[in-house]
């Protein structure tokens, strides 16, 4: 599954996050994810809940969200939103454009949490 290694390559980055700031866990996951990224996300959750099993994120919610397709319009200079499969500009209907997002696959934030003693005071 394509998926799992994604997953485990977005894992690998909030790891190393949660150990720069010795966090004792990860809390949540946030990424976003374009159309054109080629990962479905359905998928990507199921992916998750493989590739935390035994890491510090064992217990972490994963929060995907959707992006827009936005191309940069070449004859008008302008940037729209477009569907996945009809990549025109939505003012002018050229089709020469530049993909602006859309692709993307990023890891947007992650929450840490501190260790078990400290969490608990927080509650
Ligand atoms: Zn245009």
């Not at 479905?40 to 510090?56: D, N, S």
């Not at 003693?117 to 509650?123: C, H, L, M, S, T």
């Given at each position: 599954m394509h998926e799992l290694s994604v997953c485990r390559a977005l894992?690998?980055?909030?790891?190393?996050?949660?150990?720069t700031h010795e966090?004792?866990?990860?809390?949540?996951?946030?990424?976003r994810?374009?159309?054109?990224?080629?990962?479905?996300?359905?998928?990507?959750?199921?992916?998750?809940?493989?590739?935390?099993?035994?890491?510090?994120?064992?217990?972490?919610?994963?929060?995907?969200?959707?992006s827009a397709v936005r191309v940069r319009c070449e004859r008008c200079g302008a940037e729209s939103e477009c569907p996945p499969n009809r990549l025109i500009c939505s003012h002018c209907g050229d089709a020469s454009t530049q993909l602006t997002g859309g692709d993307?696959?990023?890891?947007?934030?992650?929450?840490?949490?501190a260790p078990a003693?400290?969490?608990?005071?927080?509650?």
């Open positions: 894992l690998d980055r909030a790891l190393a996050v949660a150990a966090a004792a866990s990860i809390g949540r996951l946030v990424v994810i374009g159309p054109l990224s080629g990962v479905e996300p359905g998928l990507l959750r199921e992916a998750f809940a493989i590739a935390r099993t035994g890491t510090a994120a064992a217990r972490a919610e994963l929060v995907v969200q959707r993307e696959l990023l890891l947007v934030s992650v929450e840490l949490l003693g400290d969490e608990a005071i927080a509650r």
